[in-house]
C-alpha cells in the first residue's frame, strides 16, 4: 500500500514554456502533499506544502508565481512550471502523507530538461 | 530554521566491511526517518525513530535516535553490492516538514 505516482516520469520542454507535473495517490487519501526539489548528486530541498482545498505553504526563497501548486482533491496535487528556464532544470519529487502525517511517501520523480 | 548535517558526503567501502554515518539536527526533532535513494531512482523510507534513545534494526542495518533527539546514525555491518547508494536522514518537527541532510553517497569494491 501507500502508492505514489508522479507523471510525466521526464519531460524536456523549451525555455518559456509552462509544464505542468501530477502526483496522485493511488491507494491512500493525502491529506498533505509535498513537493521537492533535487539537483544532481545534491539533497531534496523542499519546495512547498499543499493541503487538500487550501493554499500551499511555499519555503522561503520559492516564487510561488513560478510554481504554481493545485491540490484538488486528497488524491492529486499538480505542480506547474510557468515560463520555464534552463535553471529550472531539475528531479522533483513529490510526496504523499495522511493523519499525524509523519510518514512521508515518495512518488518516483520527474526530471524536468529546459532547453 | 532548523537544519541537519550529515557526514560524511562519500564513504567507499570494501565489501563485508562495516560503516556508520551519522546526522546532527540544529533543533530537538520529533522523529527522525532515513531513506535510501538508488542512482536514478527515487528516495525509499526505510525507518522512522520517534523515541529518545531508540535504537531500530534491520537485518544488517543499525539505526539509533540520540537521547536529545537531535542525532542519528545508521551503521551498516558486512557492507554488499547492494547497499550502493545515497542514504538521506530526515529531521522531522512539528509542522510535520522534512528537512533532509545531505546524504552519504556508499560505493562498495568488491
Known amino acids: 500500500g501507500a502508492v505514489v505516482s508522479q507523471h510525466p516520469s521526464w519531460v524536456i520542454c523549451k525555455s518559456g514554456t509552462s509544464v505542468k507535473i501530477e502526483c496522485r495517490s493511488l491507494?491512500?487519501?493525502?491529506?498533505?502533499m509535498f513537493w521537492y526539489r533535487q539537483f544532481p548528486k545534491q539533497s531534496l530541498m523542499l519546495m512547498a506544502t499543499?493541503?487538500?482545498?487550501?493554499?500551499?505553504t511555499y519555503e522561503q526563497g520559492v516564487e510561488k508565481d513560478k510554481f504554481l501548486i493545485n491540490h484538488a482533491s486528497l488524491t492529486l496535487s499538480t505542480l506547474t512550471v510557468t515560463s520555464a528556464h534552463p535553471e529550472d532544470s531539475s528531479f522533483y519529487i513529490c510526496?504523499?502523507?495522511w493523519g499525524d502525517g509523519y510518514e512521508q511517501y515518495f512518488g518516483p520523480g520527474t526530471r524536468l530538461t529546459v532547453t | 530554521g532548523q537544519q541537519v548535517m550529515q557526514i560524511p558526503q562519500y564513504q567507499h567501502v570494501q565489501e563485508g566491511e562495516d560503516f556508520t554515518t551519522y546526522c546532527n539536527s540544529s533543533?530537538?526533532?520529533?522523529?527522525i526517518q532515513w531513506y535510501k535513494q538508488r542512482p536514478g531512482g527515487h528516495p525509499v523510507f526505510l525507518i522512522q525513530?520517534?523515541?529518545?534513545?531508540e535504537v531500530k534494526k534491520q537485518k544488517r542495518l543499525t539505526f539509533q535516535f540520540g537521547e536529545a533527539k537531535k542525532n542519528s546514525s545508521l551503521h551498516i555491518t558486512a557492507t554488499q553490492t547492494t547497499d550502493v547508494g545515497t542514504y538521506f536522514c530526515a529531521g522531522q518537527s512539528n509542522d510535520y516538514k522534512l528537512s533532509f541532510g545531505a546524504g552519504t553517497t556508499v560505493t562498495v569494491r568488491a
Open positions: 499543499s493541503n487538500e482545498g487550501s493554499k500551499a
Open positions: 525513530l520517534v523515541k529518545s534513545g
Open positions: 533543533t530537538t526533532l520529533s522523529n
Open positions: 510526496s504523499a502523507s
Open positions: 491507494d491512500f487519501q493525502a491529506t498533505t
